[in-house]
Nanobody
Framework: QVQLVESGGGLVQAGGSLRLSCAAS????????MAWFRQAPGKEREIVGN????????YYADSVKGRFTISRDNAENTVYLQMNSLKPEDTAVYYC????????????????WGQGTQVTVSS
């Protein structure tokens, strides 16, 4: 079992920055690809990006590329999402998750999820 706890969300003005953390416990997550997803009201959950086991490779959705950065500290069992140049359309609940199998962009292929942290960007 892996427990994931996200933190760092909040209310920020457009153009601002936030850093989300995803702290894992129960088992080291260094063996997992990790991802950040987000879900806005009335919309499906979508992938923001993911990071491989070592942190040497990342993927980002086109909507956040160049503005968001995913990193991880396996010694601290934590994954981060640095969000810069935030836009109102980034408003959503943000979740971290551990990848189980299959295509990385599909939320169904992730087994452990955090409870989410709300990010609200005002215009």
């Amino acid at each position: 079992q892996v427990q994931l706890v996200e933190s760092g969300g909040g209310l920020v003005q457009a153009g601002g920055s936030l850093r989300l953390s995803c702290a894992a416990s129960g088992r080291p997550v260094s063996r997992y690809f990790m991802a950040w997803f987000r879900q806005a009201p009335g919309k499906e959950r979508e992938i923001v990006g993911n990071i491989n086991w070592s942190g040497s490779s990342t993927y980002y959705a086109d909507s956040v590329k160049g503005r968001f950065t995913i990193s991880r500290d396996n010694a601290e069992n934590t994954v981060y999402l640095q969000m810069n140049s935030l836009k109102p359309e980034d408003t959503a609940v943000y979740y971290c998750a551990t990848h189980l199998r299959g295509p990385l962009g599909n939320p169904s292929n992730y087994d452990y999820w955090g409870q989410g942290t709300q990010v609200t960007v005002s215009s």
